[in-house]
Structure formats: structure tokens, C-alpha cells
């Protein structure tokens, strides 16, 4: 799978460690663009472009790897959402729900291997096929 591929396409799975590789990168850049933009208004101007970038790349990252579990990609604006509320540090008491979520995904995108065989989403992207 072509990096493109997992940050521009919801469409099909991808395994544990492209996926896990792919959220840190996003992560780290959207850290890395927070910590350099200090000024509000150019922040303002440049997150108009750069956050829907990296919410538009986790979704497909999500939605990939939430494919290989099994479940429907719509899970992923349930994470997205916990991301933005925690980020860059949970403040208040609905954030530990958050919080919760964030926990229930790293156990099963990160950990949890994806399902056997093929299923409604595609074929099992860990087989490899000889042409």
C-alpha cells in the first residue's frame, strides 16, 4: 500500500504497523505546526488549511485500520472528536470520557491484530498474492 494510498483513500485495510506509524506522523505534525505558528491569526489562517488536512488523512488512516478490525469506519469521528477535545491536554471532567475512548482505540487499532481472511471490507491486506 502506497502512502498515498493510506492517507488519501478510506477505501479497503491496512495492518497494524502502517496504520500505527501513519497516526504518529500526523500526530507529530500537528504538534510540530502548533509549536512553530505561534502567532493567532496566522494560525488561524493556516490551521484553515492544515487541520482539515490531517483530520481528512486520520480519518482514512482510522477508517483503514478500523476496516481490518471489522468495524465501519464511522468509528473514527468518534475518535477524531476524543483527539480534538483532549488535545493538547485534557482539561476537564467530560475529557476523561474522552479519554476513555482514546484508550478503547489504542487497544484496538493498535494492539488488536486484524481479522482473519477477508471480510465485507476486503481482502486481508497480510496475504500476500501471487500473480
Known sequence: MSVSELFLSAQGRATRTPSVVAAVVLLVLA??????????????LTGLIAY???FYGGTCVLAKRLHDRGRSGWWAALILV????VWPHPA?????????VLVWAFVELA???G?????RYGA???VL???
Open 31 to 44: 504538534a510540530l505546526f502548533e509549536a512553530l505558528v505561534e502567532d493567532p491569526l496566522a494560525r488561524t
Open 52 to 54: 482539515p488536512a490531517f
Open 82 to 85: 476524543s483527539v480534538v477535545a
Open 92 to 100: 476537564g471532567f467530560l475529557d476523561f470520557g474522552f479519554f476513555v
Open 111 to 113: 494492539v488488536m491484530p
Open 115 to 119: 481479522e482473519r481472511g477477508a471480510n
Open 124 to 126: 486481508n491486506p497480510q
Open 129 to 131: 498474492t501471487v500473480a
